[in-house]
């Protein structure tokens, strides 16, 4: 069973920059990891079409690489996935 939120993803927009991405992680999901943001984080993802989870394991500077897939483009990671809790994969704008 699946219980995401349905986030609104009007007025956001596809991070700049894999750095912005995984600050942003930091700011929203791992408040104290600003005082300790010396390494990667983990970050999961979902599917929006098929609920698949999958971790993000590297970061290039606009894109990041799934776990077993290609480099996925910092404006389609926005358009295919969210944050596990349903959040997008963005700012806003």
């Known amino acids: 069973m699946n219980f995401r ?3 609104d993803e009007s007025g956001w927009k596809p991070y700049e920059t894999t750095y912005d991405m995984t600050r942003d992680f ?3 999901f791992e408040p104290w990891a600003r005082v300790v943001c010396n390494y990667m984080p983990f970050i999961w993802v979902e599917n929006k079409e098929t609920g698949h989870r ?3 394991t590297h970061f290039g500077e606009r894109h990041v690489g799934l776990f077993g897939d290609e480099a996925i483009p910092l404006p389609i990671l926005m358009r295919d996935y969210t944050y596990l809790d ?5 700012t806003k704008e």
Do not use: Y
């Open 26 to 28: 930091h700011e929203r």
């Open 86 to 90: 349903g959040t997008p994969i963005g």
């Open 54 to 56: 999958s971790l993000i």
């Open 5 to 7: 939120h349905i986030i």
